[in-house]
Structure formats: structure tokens, C-alpha cells
């Protein structure tokens, strides 16, 4: 009997720790669910994207500052030597953060922050995140935040027609220990320089000549058409039996639509455009292109290359007369023209504007232009003449011995012989 109420005493009391422990985990997490900041609809409430004139973004590696005029209508990347921004990406990052809503919040402990990298850059040797600051023009920092880990998820809302989605932890601040989580992997903020560039640049159409210098001038080459009409380019500067050879350069597209990579900061221009390629460009349109292109060696072998541009232009003042053209027809035509040479020097104007920096391309924008003469260029062994022969040397005949000529005598005059001299008289004896 004592056995068995000893028994019931441990049963009752290892019931009644279980009643405990378990109201215990319940207060906690109700606890963890309401402690920090109150759950919200929205991440940044009440932002004011407008009085936005600064974004600045950090990580372990990189810092980018976006600078937007007082009008909002444009912007510069600081680190790139104030060259334009694109304000396409401003846009769509305005507009994101404004809309921006919670999906779901954790309570986070220091301690665990580097685990979903949310740490702020220079506070922590590992699981940095990006950090963003909005300011205002007067360069208080309106809102700051750090984007950290992203979540791939499987389903639910955050899923698009693929089956998968993507979630990011951001921290507040002023949030405390509370980590929001959000249904968008904000790849547009990131803290790289050369993504927040403009990356509008020239483009090369309807090329009539072309012509490349490079250091080793013999290796140079000039091609060019008379007409756009025209789908094969010649060689210019060819010499007897020379000839393009078509399947070596692909002309019609060159530097059509290029795209850059990066700018170059004014201190390292010089040496990016050192051993440069001299390219001039004419088209029909009146355009003039002077561009310098380079490749310059890398750390990981494969070769950075440089470009830099300048433009010209000269474009028709009036159209060309028309035989009998009726008014209404000649009127017509006048707009239609003014309107093509409105465009061309709108043009102009904004390619103009890249004349200052140097451009960092990938090797397919510029392969063409590294081509040598040798390589493009096709002999036709038949249309080349034949080397001269040199005349063989003239050697002295060597003499032959004199041979008997039979030679008529020559006729001597024999002189008369003087007659002989008169005997002396001999003395008669006495």
C-alpha cells in the first residue's frame, strides 16, 4: 500500500512538472510572438520615396553611393567618378520599398544575427549583410536597414509558375531583435558600383567606311561600301590581288548596340587606353566616330579591354531638290526631313556626352577590331604577277686560240737600189 501511494505521489508529480513545463513553452513563445515590435502590414511605413537623394549601400566588399538631383530627374554613382546612374533601377527600387510588405517576423538575439546575415558591415568578421541608408537632401539618413540571408522557398506566395520563390531577412534598427521577413530577394540593391550605371552608349549604324590603326601599322586595314544598300564591304586600302575575305570579319555589325561593363575612374585612364588601336568610323548618316580600344592584362589572364569615344557629326542643312515636286508633296517631305535631322542631332548630342570616360567591354564587343590585316585579308595568287626573273649573269667567253686566216701578202714597194758607186779611176804608171 505505501508502494503504491508512492508511486501515485512521483505520477502526480511528474504530470503536474509536465502541466508546467509546457504552460512554460507556451508563455514563451507567446512571449517571443509579442515581444519587440508589434507585426505590421508594411516594412518601411509611411517612407517618403520622394525626399529620397541618397542611397548608400554596403557590404563585406563593396560601397556604392547614388546621388539624385534636386529635381529627381537624374543621378550619379559616386564611386564612379559622378558618371550618370540609371534611373530606371532607382525607379523600381522606390517603388519596391514603397510597397513593400511583411510576410512574416522573427525574434532574432544578437547573438544569431550572423546566421541569417543580418550583421552590419565593419561590425562583424562574418555573416555581413548589405546595408542600405536613405537620406534625405540635406544628408540625414532617413531610413537604414540590413538586408540579409535569402530564403529559397518551395510554394505558397511567395512561388511563381516555376514552383519556387524567395524570401530575405531585413533588420530594422530601431526594430530591435525583431527580423522582418519579406517575399522579395531586392536583387537590385546591391552593393556593387558598375550595376547602378546608366548603361545607354553608342550605337554604330549604317557604316559606310572603316579604318583601324594599330601600333604595328603595316597590320592595319580599311574597309568600306559604297551604298548601305550594300551587304559586302570592300577592301580599301588593297593591294594588287588583295581582297576582303568576308568569313574573317564581320563589318556590317561592328560596335552595333554595344554594351559596357564599367567606367573608369579619371586616375586610371591612361593607363587603360595604353597601347591603344586608332578606329575611325564614318557613316552614311554623317556620323563620325574616333574611337581608342585596348587590352590590357589582368589577374585572372583573360585580358580586360578599354574603350573611349568621341563623335561628330555632319548632317544635311536642306533636302536636295526634287524635279518637278508638287508642293503639297515637296511640304510633306521637308517635315518628314527636318524631323529625320532633329533625331539625328538628338543623337549626337547624347553620344556626345560619352566623349569624357573611358568604357570597360567585354572581348566580343571589340573582337572584330583586333583583327590584323593578315588575317582578313585574302591573295589572289593568280591577279599577283609573277616575281621577275633576274637575267642570268654574262660571263666572259673565254678566247680561242688564234687560228691561220689566210691573209692576201701585202705588197711592199721595194725601194730602187742605188746604183753602185763608180770605180775610181785608176793613175796611169809613169
Given at each position: 500500500m505505501k508502494k503504491i501511494l508512492t508511486l501515485l505521489i512521483i505520477l502526480v508529480g511528474l504530470v503536474g512538472a509536465g502541466l508546467v513545463y509546457q504552460k512554460q513553452q507556451n508563455e514563451g513563445l507567446n512571449t517571443a510572438a509579442n515581444r519587440g515590435v508589434k507585426t505590421r502590414e508594411m516594412l518601411l511605413p509611411d517612407l517618403d520615396i520622394q525626399g529620397i537623394k541618397k542611397i548608400r549601400l554596403k557590404d563585406a566588399t563593396s560601397e556604392t553611393t547614388v546621388k539624385i538631383s534636386e529635381d529627381g530627374k537624374s543621378a550619379t554613382v559616386l564611386e564612379r567618378g559622378g558618371y550618370p546612374a540609371s534611373m530606371d533601377r532607382i525607379s523600381s527600387v522606390r517603388s519596391e520599398l514603397y510597397q513593400q510588405r511583411i510576410a512574416n517576423k522573427q525574434e532574432v538575439r544578437k547573438g544569431a544575427w550572423a546566421e541569417i546575415k543580418v550583421q552590419p558591415p565593419g561590425e562583424a568578421p562574418e555573416g555581413v549583410g548589405t546595408q542600405v541608408e536613405l537620406s534625405d537632401a540635406g544628408g540625414k539618413v532617413i531610413k537604414s536597414f540590413v538586408l540579409g540571408k535569402t530564403i529559397d522557398t518551395a510554394g505558397g506566395r511567395t512561388s511563381n509558375q516555376f514552383g519556387g520563390g524567395s524570401q530575405r531577412f531585413v533588420r530594422i534598427p530601431e526594430d530591435g531583435d525583431t527580423i522582418w521577413v519579406v517575399s522579395n530577394p531586392f536583387t537590385d540593391l546591391e552593393a556593387k558600383p558598375d550595376s547602378w550605371l546608366d548603361k545607354a552608349f553608342i550605337d554604330i549604324q549604317k557604316i559606310k567606311e572603316i579604318t583601324v590603326v594599330p601600333p604595328q601599322a603595316e597590320e592595319g586595314w580599311k574597309v568600306g561600301r559604297k551604298t548601305d544598300a550594300e551587304l559586302e564591304f570592300a577592301l580599301l586600302d588593297a593591294k594588287v590581288g588583295e581582297a576582303l575575305d568576308g568569313t574573317k570579319l564581320a563589318v556590317s555589325n561592328l560596335l552595333s548596340t554595344p554594351v559596357f561593363n564599367d567606367v573608369v575612374t579619371k586616375d586610371k585612364t591612361a593607363e587603360a587606353l595604353k597601347g591603344a588601336i586608332k578606329v575611325n568610323i564614318v557613316t552614311f548618316e554623317g556620323f563620325v566616330y574616333d574611337l581608342l580600344v585596348a587590352k590590357q592584362p589582368s589577374e585572372d589572364g583573360v585580358g580586360r579591354f578599354y574603350l573611349s569615344v568621341k563623335v561628330t557629326g555632319n548632317f544635311p542643312k536642306s533636302r536636295p531638290p526634287?524635279?518637278?515636286?508638287?508642293?503639297?508633296?515637296?511640304?510633306?517631305?521637308?517635315?518628314?526631313?527636318?524631323?529625320?535631322?532633329?533625331?539625328?542631332?538628338?543623337?549626337?548630342?547624347?553620344?556626345?556626352?560619352?566623349?569624357?570616360?573611358?568604357?570597360?567591354?567585354?572581348?566580343?564587343?571589340?573582337?572584330?577590331?583586333?583583327?590584323?590585316?593578315?588575317?582578313?585579308v585574302k591573295v589572289d595568287a593568280k591577279a599577283t604577277p609573277a616575281p621577275a626573273v633576274a637575267n642570268p649573269p654574262v660571263f666572259p667567253t673565254p678566247t680561242a686560240a688564234p687560228s691561220a686566216v689566210a691573209t692576201p701578202p701585202i705588197q711592199v714597194p721595194v725601194a730602187p737600189t742605188p746604183p753602185a758607186p763608180a770605180a775610181p779611176a785608176t793613175e796611169e804608171k809613169k
Open positions: 526634287v524635279k518637278d515636286e508638287k508642293e503639297e508633296e515637296k511640304k510633306k517631305a521637308d517635315e518628314a526631313f527636318a524631323t529625320q535631322i532633329k533625331g539625328l542631332e538628338s543623337k549626337l548630342a547624347k553620344e556626345q556626352k560619352f566623349a569624357d570616360w573611358v568604357f570597360e567591354v567585354s572581348e566580343y564587343t571589340v573582337n572584330n577590331i583586333f583583327k590584323k590585316r593578315s588575317e582578313i
